[in-house]
C-alpha cells in the first residue's frame, strides 16, 4: 500500500518534502503555501507537479491520504480539524495547540473522524533522546530521577506572529524526552515569569515574559525543571534535555553541537566520602538502522536527526492501521504541562493542576 502526502507551509516545511518523496510507502507528494512564489520555488527544485495556492484547495482536490502541517502556531489547531474533518490523516508541527479547549477539541475530533494525528516532535526521535533510551533501558542510569530541559532561543527579527508569544506554549522539546522517558504525565506546575517583555515585544499574545523558569511534578515523584525563553536572554541558541538517574546521567552540552556528557556511579569505596563518578564526552548516532535504508542518509540533518523518523513514523502508522506514537492524547500530555505553565506564571507562581488526558 502507498499513500499520497501534501505538505502545507514550505518554510521548515521544505526539509520534510524530500524525505516523503524518497519513502517507499508514498506514491505523489504535493506542496502548499499561502505565498505562491514559494510555492513554486519549493515544487520546482524538487520536480514536483501537485501544487495547491491553499490548504482550502488542497482538500478539495479529490484523492490524497494525508496532510502534514507546518503552519505557523496559531493555525495548527484549526487547519488539524479542516484536515481531519476532510477525512484525511494528520501530522502537525508543534505545539498541538495553545489552549486546553483546543486540545480537548483536537482529541474528540480525531477520534471521531477515526483518521491518524501526530504531533511531530522532533525532541523524541533525535539522537540524543535514542541514546538517552537505551542508557536507561540497558540499566545504566538505574532508577530515574530527575530532569532538566532548556530551549533558549532569541525570537528578535522572526516574523511578527511570534512577539509576545508565551515560551511556555512551546515547552514540547525541552519536556516531552522527559515525560516519554519518564512513560509518565505531568500531575501540576509551578512556573516564574522573568524579564516583563519590553513594550516592543509584547506584540498580540499582551504582556508577558522574556524567560519563563517552571517546576513540572511527574506523576510517580519525579520532578522537572524546565526553562523556556525567546526574549531579553542574552546567550546563545540551546534547545535540550538532561536525564538523571541514580547510577548515571546523560547532560545537554552547554553549547549547541558540543558534545554529551555521560556520568556512571561506582560503587561507595570503603573509607570514601561521596561516590567516585566516571565522566566521558558522548556524540550519539541515533538510530538509522530503525529506517528504511532510503530515508537513512536524512539522518545527518537538523534537529537531531529526527526528520526521517518522524515522516517514517507518521507513514507507517497510517499504512499499518495503527495509533502513531506521539498520537492526540499524547500530543496533549506533553502540550498542555506548557499551557498550565504559562498560566501559573500569570499568577505570580500559583500551583496548576494539568489535565489527565488517559495516555495508556
Ligand atoms: N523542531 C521543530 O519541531 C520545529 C522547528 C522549526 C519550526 N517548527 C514549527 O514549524 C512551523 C513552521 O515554522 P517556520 O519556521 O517554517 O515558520 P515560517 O513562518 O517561517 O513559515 C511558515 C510558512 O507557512 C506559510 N503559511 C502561512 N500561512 C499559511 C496558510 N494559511 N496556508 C498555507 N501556508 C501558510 C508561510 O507562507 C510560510 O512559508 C511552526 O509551527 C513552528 O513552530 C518546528
Given at each position: 500500500m502507498s499513500i499520497d502526502v501534501i505538505v502545507v507551509g514550505?518554510?521548515?516545511g521544505a526539509d520534510f518534502v524530500p524525505i516523503y518523496q524518497a519513502h517507499?510507502?508514498?506514491?505523489r507528494v504535493a506542496v502548499v503555501d499561502s505565498d505562491p512564489a514559494r510555492t513554486a520555488a519549493v515544487a520546482d527544485r524538487l520536480g514536483i507537479a501537485d501544487r495547491f495556492d491553499s490548504l482550502e484547495e488542497a482538500l478539495a482536490?479529490?484523492?490524497?491520504?494525508a496532510v502534514h502541517l507546518l503552519t505557523p502556531v496559531a493555525l495548527h489547531a484549526g487547519q488539524v480539524q479542516q484536515v481531519l474533518k476532510s477525512g484525511r490523516h494528520c501530522a502537525s508541527a508543534?505545539?498541538?495547540?495553545?489552549?486546553l479547549d483546543d486540545l480537548d477539541q483536537l482529541i474528540a475530533t480525531q477520534e471521531g473522524a477515526g483518521r491518524n494525528y501526530m504531533m511531530m516532535e522532533t525532541a523524541v526521535y533525535s539522537r540524543e533522546y535514542f541514546h538517552a533510551r537505551s542508557l536507561l533501558d540497558s540499566g545504566r542510569l538505574g532508577r530515574l530521577a530527575y530532569f532538566r530541559g532548556e530551549h533558549l532561543q532569541n525570537?528578535?527579527?522572526?516574523?511578527?506572529?511570534?512577539?509576545?508569544?508565551?515560551?511556555?506554549?512551546?515547552?514540547t522539546h525541552a519536556l516531552s524526552p522527559a515525560l516519554a522517558l519518564a512513560g509518565s504525565r505531568v500531575e501540576s506546575v509551578r512556573c516564574l515569569g522573568s524579564s516583563p517583555l519590553t513594550p516592543d515585544r509584547i506584540?498580540?499574545?499582551g504582556p508577558g515574559y522574556g524567560t519563563e523558569a517552571a517546576l513540572f511534578q511527574l506523576a510517580g515523584e519525579l520532578v522537572a525543571n524546565v526553562t523556556m525563553s525567546?526574549?531579553?536572554?542574552?546567550r546563545s541558541y540551546l534547545e535540550g534535555f538532561s536525564v538523571y538517574g541514580d547510577e548515571g546521567a546523560l547532560e545537554w552540552p552547554q553549547l549547541e553541537g558540543g558534545p554529551m556528557k555521560e556520568f556512571a556511579m561506582r560503587p561507595l569505596e570503603p573509607g570514601r566520602r561521596g561516590r567516585a563518578v566516571d565522566e566521558r564526552d558522548v556524540r550519539p548516532d541515533g538510530a538509522?538502522?530503525?529506517?528504511?535504508v532510503s530515508l537513512?542518509?536524512?539522518?545527518?540533518?537538523?534537529?537531531?536527526?529526527s526528520h526521517p523518523h518522524l515522516v517514517h513514523e507518521f507513514v507507517s502508522s497510517i499504512v499499518e492501521e495503527r495509533r502513531p506514537r506521539v498520537d492526540a492524547r499524547t500530543a496533549a500530555t506533553w502540550t498542555a504541562p506548557g499551557i498550565c505553565a504559562h498560566q501559573s506564571a500569570l499568577q505570580g507562581g500559583a500551583e496548576v493542576l494539568v489535565p489527565d488526558y488517559g495516555i495508556s
Open positions: 514550505l518554510g521548515f517507499e510507502s508514498v506514491g482536490a479529490p484523492g490524497w491520504d508543534v505545539p498541538m495547540a495553545t489552549t525570537l528578535d527579527g522572526f516574523p511578527p506572529y511570534w512577539l509576545g508569544y508565551p515560551p511556555m506554549h512551546y515547552v506584540g498580540v499574545a525567546f526574549f531579553q536572554l542574552g538509522p538502522e530503525l529506517l528504511p537513512r542518509p536524512f539522518t545527518a540533518g537538523g534537529h537531531g536527526g
